[in-house]
Nanobody, 121 residues
């Protein structure tokens, strides 16, 4: 059974940091890309960052470049999203997803349940 479990969300003040984790199981991790997406109330789901588990290539949305860093620990089948200099507009439910194509589009096969990130001003 494929599982993607996010953790690390919470409430933080503007300017603070959080690290999200996405623990994957049930598929060959090295064959998949992992993406982080977010969805704020009343808004569409947005691609935040993604990483290729095979070659480590990474991509970021313009809105998070320079503030967020995605990384992968293939030994642990886990992908992290380090979020620094958080802004109130980063408030959203954050999801990780696994798919065959590394992209910021929501073209992923498997999705986690999400973790809430709230940034207070």
């Amino acid at each position: 059974e494929v599982q993607l479990v996010e953790s690390g969300g919470g409430l933080v003040q503007a300017g603070g940091s959080l690290r999200l984790s996405c623990a994957a199981s049930g598929f060959t991790f090295d064959d998949y890309a992992i993406g982080w997406f977010r969805q704020a109330p009343g808004k569409e789901r947005e691609g935040v960052s993604c990483i290729s588990s095979s070659d480590g290539s990474t991509y970021y949305a313009d809105s998070v470049k320079g503030r967020f860093t995605i990384s992968s620990d293939n030994a642990k089948n886990t992908v992290y999203l380090q979020m620094n200099s958080l802004k109130p507009e980063d408030t959203a439910v954050y999801y990780c997803a696994a798919g065959r194509v590394v992209t910021l589009e929501a073209l992923y096969d498997y999705w986690g349940q999400g973790t809430q990130v709230t940034v207070s001003s």
